[in-house]
């Protein structure tokens, strides 16, 4: 019986996944799906011996790898030449003629993600793997599961079958996905292209899978048994195996209509759901393709117009501030509207003061636009003739618009930022940062779950998390959460009323203040309170502690908005007291320097430092003279070999242990 449930689930959670991901025909809710889903997951857990090889639960990854293996590929997966303008075009249609005579063409929009080649063995997904250098790739399976778009077992019968497409990610996903970087402090993606290329590149597939990425499959490799003639067959043949494939291609009787088609898909571009770079024009009989052949780097049959960033010219009426969830300030474009690359544009991001200066942008002045990537409209120049005296210069406030805290521009970097921790505009990233595992810990409070609490009201700054227990009925019925997982977090929350006074001053994400240095302030200072009246002469005589990182602290305590959460902490009794003044440890490690390297079996990373630090040693993240002790486990890289010739005292993981006392087993 568990058997049969097991396949019934299986089918039907995938035909709801091809619907959803290829036809884009949405059957069913989130909500009933991701019940069906949980369903499948609870039987496979409880009988894993008939979960089956195209089981919609192997989409979620998780596994991960030290590394890829290398795949040779049988078919060189080529790159197409480019040409930049139709009468290039044409010279391309001149040479084909000349050695095939007249022929039909396909013309397809060319998706800007990684070209990634799939296999199938009698219907089954038995192996993916990037295109590298055309001959030879990394075998990127496990990644490509992930993606709900690529069957897992195909509707058609063939014995063996390779297909080449490319990966990307939607554009609304895209701009989410930065985002996420940004709230979390990691650098934004470039472009789509590298996001996908990133995604698909992590060691640790639930990475992958959590950055909802599609394909279109675009051709055939090769084929087992199948006889197919054209590229437009070969297209329609795929569909039927269950591929999402080139979307709205053309059939073109000659050039003249492939530029007809180019010109069409051109002015698609800005309400396409993916980025494109261009279109593609390929010869469409496969027969006429290996007459044609082609060169060492290059297929004859095939090439891609790439179409130039379309600009504009319009006025910038004013240049206004954008909070980020980390607080960085960013100026904005006001701009007269446009339309561009097929949608009406009225703002562009001017990224930071120094942008302005380089670009000499000003208020009122007339400027040339485009979409960076089709996607992020950008100010290319300003139009410096035009000006008639009207334009004023942009100045920075030195205080935060949303919350009136003071601004501060970061040492050595453009970014301005705003100090206020309740300030509403930066939520997001001090709530992630405060339940973070180095600082309060909160299992189960991750980014997802507090976007989601601050989007339903239930959170609006950091001390709201301990009021979410008066909340306990309405978050039980949330999509997604759960009895158990609720209650599992109502008491994460209130276990990490006690923890260390250290992780609660590295909880405020204060400026410089790093988890060593709260961890110093615990060992100097009796309470918070202490800490929060000292002064800078006072906090300078502390090892290790310069002018900025006490300068940052004064002023964290000075704002009206700290001392608003500290009083609200202390009504639900967050500890705010000591546990080690004055247990100065004289440790193994005094005043030695030591880096870590490569992966320890006994440790995490974070758990090697507290030993260190807890034997008064200090951790460096780079290797040089001062360097007193390399700590190594398997895989070291650079760092080992520096030390090396800088000939400096090697620890394995067994010397390690025995130094400080435990026992290698």
């Known amino acids: 019986m568990s058997e049969k449930l097991i396949k019934e689930l299986t089918d039907i959670i995938n035909h709801y996944n091809y619907k959803y991901y290829v036809l884009d025909q949405p059957d069913i809710s989130d909500f009933e799906y991701d019940k069906l889903l949980r369903k499948l997951e609870n039987l496979e857990t409880k009988f894993p011996e008939f979960a089956l090889s195209n089981s919609p639960t192997k989409r979620v990854g998780g596994s991960v790898l030290k590394g890829f293996k290398k795949v040779k590929h049988d078919i060189q997966m080529s790159s197409l030449s480019d040409v930049f303008d139709f009468e290039e075009l044409k010279t391309f249609d001149q040479r084909v003629k000349k050695e ?85 402090d990691e650098k934004p993606f470039a472009n789509p292209r590298n996001a996908a290329a990133g995604s698909l590149r992590q060691l640790d597939s639930s990475i992958t899978a959590s950055r909802n990425l599609s394909i279109f499959v675009f051709n055939i490799q090769q084929i087992d048994g199948i006889a197919l003639k054209t590229h437009s067959e070969a297209l329609e043949y795929l569909k039927k195996c269950g591929f999402k494939t080139s ?76 909070i980020g969830r980390t607080g960085v300030l960013t100026p904005k474009a006001k701009l007269k509207a446009v339309r561009i690359a097929g949608s009406t544009i009225s703002n562009a991001t001017l990224h930071n003061l120094d942008y302005i200066k380089e670009k000499d942008i000003k208020i009122g002045d007339f400027v040339i636009i485009q979409k960076a990537g089709d996607i992020i409209p950008e100010v290319v120049a300003s139009i410096k ?109 209130e276990d990490s009323k006690n923890r260390d006074l250290n992780k609660l001053i590295f909880g405020f994400g204060i400026r410089n203040i790093g988890q060593r240095a709260a961890k110093l302030l615990e060992l100097n200072f009796k309470n918070l309170d202490d800490i929060a009246k000292t002064s800078s002469e ?60 490569g992966t320890l079996s006994s440790y995490s990373r974070n758990e090697a430092k507290k030993i260190i630090e807890d034997n008064g040693g200090k951790i460096s993240s780079s290797v040089s003279k001062k360097t007193d002790f390399i700590v190594v486990g398997e895989e070291a890289g650079s760092k080992l070999k520096k030390a090396q010739k800088l000939n400096i005292k090697i620890l394995d993981e067994k010397q390690f242990n025995e130094i400080i006392g435990e026992k290698d087993d």
């Open 100 to 184: 095939i005579g007249d022929c039909e063409y396909v013309v397809e929009r060319k998706i800007d993600g990684l070209s990634v080649s799939l296999e199938y063995q009698d219907g089954k997904f038995v192996r993916g793997s990037t295109r590298g250098d055309g001959y030879i790739g990394e075998d990127i399976t496990n990644n490509l599961m992930t993606i709900k778009s690529i069957p897992l077992k195909l509707f058609c019968n063939v014995k063996y079958l390779e297909v080449r497409g490319e990966v990307y990610i939607p554009k609304k996903d895209f701009i989410e996905l930065n985002d996420k970087q940004e709230a979390l």
């Open 247 to 322: 979307p709205h291609y053309y059939i073109c009787s000659n050039i003249e209509q492939a530029i007809d088609a180019i010109k069409e898909i051109g002015e698609q571009r800005g309400e396409n759901e993916y980025d494109i770079d261009g279109a593609v024009v390929k010869v469409n009989d496969l027969l006429k393709r290996e007459q044609l052949g082609q060169t060492s780097k290059y297929p004859k049959w095939a090439t891609a117009y790439k179409y130039p960033a379309e600009q504009k010219e319009t006025i910038i009426e004013d240049i206004v501030i954008q």
């Open 385 to 493: 003739e035009k000006r008639d005296g009207s334009q004023r210069d942009f100045v920075m406030p030195m205080r935060c618009p949303i919350c009136n805290s003071p601004v501060e521009k970061e040492e050595d970097k453009a970014a301005y930022r705003c100090t206020g921790i309740e300030c509403p505009a930066k939520q997001f990233r001090s709530i992630v940062h405060f339940t973070s595992r180095n600082a309060m810990n909160i299992d189960g409070l991750g980014p997802a779950l507090v976007d989601k609490f601050l989007k339903e009201g239930y959170i609006k700054t950091i001390s709201d998390i301990y009021y979410l227990k008066d909340y306990k009925e309405k978050l039980m019925n949330l999509e997604g959460l759960g009895e158990k997982s609720i209650l599992n977090l109502i008491n994460s929350i």
């Open 538 to 597: 006072k906090l300078e005589e502390i090892d290790e502690f310069g002018h900025i990182m006490s300068d940052n602290l004064i002023e964290f305590f000075k704002n009206p908005q700290s001392k608003h959460l500290i009083s609200k902490l202390k009504q639900v009794n967050v500890n705010m007291d000591s546990r080690s003044y004055g247990l100065k440890k004289q440790g193994i490690f005094d005043n030695k320097i030591l880096v870590l390297t």
